[in-house]
């Protein structure tokens, strides 16, 4: 076969090849047309408000002015990246993000793992397993705003803590005002709203655990704690690791709305995060391109942290998201 005959069979094997690709795409958008049809406001949500407004952060390279647009803004390149890494505060506002960040994960990610497990192991007294999953599944439906009110009110002064505080012979004090309890009250807070909320998708998996593998580690002589720790704990592992990469990939956006309606300029040193502060510079002051600079090193760091999370995880359990 010559060099041309040889290019021609390709050519021929290749426009084959592409359009039987086209005629399965067709047979099957034409086959399953009922399920793309319901699929496209879906699809359509996230192009227009997911990735088309991608395009906006753009203006983390320029010199953002409302009157000439972001195409008309001059480009100032990592200019702002720049002002924010020798701004005074990025250390304090850095800290206190990842602070708050470790704290959450350490204390709040086991928290509804654990109340699974126990919950898991109520199982002649259903009365009362469903009464505790309803007084902690509530919270979670309480709105940030009265949340954080009920938050202000039992650490008042002459709150129902300090009242307990007082009743032990300590001094009452107003802990909002105090920078050292506000890390303390706010994942206190979170795992107190979230923890039978996130147990709902560890209940799921254990209910998905073979009950066979627990009667055979009763014949072998396994208690309930060796059966937890060696039937169940593994049963809802690829849950609890794909929850944690997830976990992992939010771990820089601590929640702005409690911390907004928290904190206030004396607790600023241990309260003040990335939001709060792109907030402050993006609206209070009108500084929309650095603001957009910040945001977008929050993002960056997020994604990062999400794919070294995920490829570590691959490689220790074979468990990823990918």
């Not at 005629?23 to 990735?51: C, E, S």
């Not at 010199?63 to 924010?84: L, N, R, Y």
Request: proline residues 3%; hydrophobic residues 50%; charged residues 15%.
């Amino acid at each position: 076969m010559t060099v041309g005959e040889a290019a021609h069979a390709r050519s021929v094997y290749q426009t084959t090849k592409q359009n039987g690709f086209v005629h399965r795409l067709r047979r099957d958008l034409y086959k399953n047309r009922i399920i793309y049809f319901m699929a496209l406001p879906v699809v359509a949500y996230y192009i227009i408000f997911q990735y088309i407004p991608m395009y906006g952060a753009s203006i983390a390279f320029k010199d953002f002015s409302p009157m000439k647009g972001i195409w008309g803004s001059t480009w100032v390149g990592m200019q702002h990246f720049t002002d924010f890494f020798n701004d005074v505060y990025f250390g304090r506002i850095l800290t206190n993000t990842l602070l708050i960040s470790v704290y959450n994960i350490i204390f709040g990610f086991p928290a509804p793992i654990i109340l699974a497990l126990l919950l898991n192991e109520v199982r002649k007294n259903d009365v009362f397993k469903r009464f505790v999953q309803s007084v902690t599944y509530l919270p979670h439906f309480i709105s940030v705003l009265v949340l954080c009110g009920l938050i202000v009110d039992f650490t008042a002064r002459n709150g129902i803590i300090n009242d307990v505080l007082a009743f032990m012979g300590m001094e009452r004090i107003t802990m909002l005002l105090e920078p050292g309890l506000f890390r303390t009250i706010y994942v206190s807070s979170n795992i107190w709203q979230e923890v039978g909320w996130g147990s709902i998708i560890y209940l799921a998996a254990l209910a998905g655990i073979d009950q066979d593998l627990y009667e055979a580690a009763t014949i072998d002589g396994a208690g309930r704690f060796k059966q937890m720790q060696h039937v169940t704990l593994p049963g809802i592992m690829p849950t609890i690791i794909i929850l944690f990469i997830l976990r992992m990939g939010s771990m820089m956006n601590v929640g702005f709305d409690k911390i907004f309606l928290l904190y206030n300029p004396v607790t600023y040193e241990t309260s003040d995060v990335i939001s709060t502060y792109v907030y402050r510079k993006g609206i209070l002051e009108a500084n929309y391109s650095f603001s957009a600079a910040v945001g977008l090193f929050n993002s960056v760091i997020n994604f990062a942290l999400l794919v070294a999370t995920n490829k570590i995880s691959k490689k220790v359990n074979e468990t990823s998201l990918w």
